[in-house]
């Protein structure tokens, strides 16, 4: 490449175009676990889901739970969160793109 510049000094400013998260298409990747833990008349499932943001800004996630599961907590950087047994649906507002811990019972 050649440039061609005045017989003076010359100065060249390169400056980073900056991210728009909000108008990036989301793009995530989920990586999931499960503990479960045998009680008395219950199976107890502990479930991990971390969610890693590669591009975007991830601020609310609908999650399909197999029948016949519940969801009784959720932890992690979520604001709220509710869960419809009729669909079988896990909604949650989340505070930051972060790992949350979703608690079920079989």
């Known amino acids: 490449m050649k440039l061609l510049l005045?017989?003076?000094?010359?100065?060249i400013i390169l400056r980073p175009?900056?991210?728009?998260?909000?108008?990036?298409?989301t793009q995530v990747f989920v990586k999931g676990s499960g503990l479960y833990t045998l009680g008395?008349?219950?199976i107890d499932g502990k479930h991990r889901l971390k969610f890693r943001t590669s591009q975007g800004r991830v601020q609310q996630l609908s999650i399909i739970?197999?029948?016949?599961?519940?969801?009784?907590?959720v932890?992690?950087?979520?604001?709220?969160?509710?869960f419809d047994a009729d669909k079988s649906s896990l909604q949650q507002q989340?505070?930051?793109?972060d790992t949350a811990r979703v608690r079920g019972d079989d």
């Open 40 to 42: 008395p008349s219950v």
């Open 6 to 11: 005045g017989s003076g000094p010359a100065r």
């Open 94 to 97: 989340n505070r930051s793109d």
């Open 17 to 25: 175009q900056t991210r728009g998260l909000t108008t990036e298409e």
């Open 65 to 73: 739970i197999p029948a016949g599961l519940t969801v009784s907590s």
């Open 75 to 82: 932890e992690g950087p979520v604001s709220s969160w509710q």
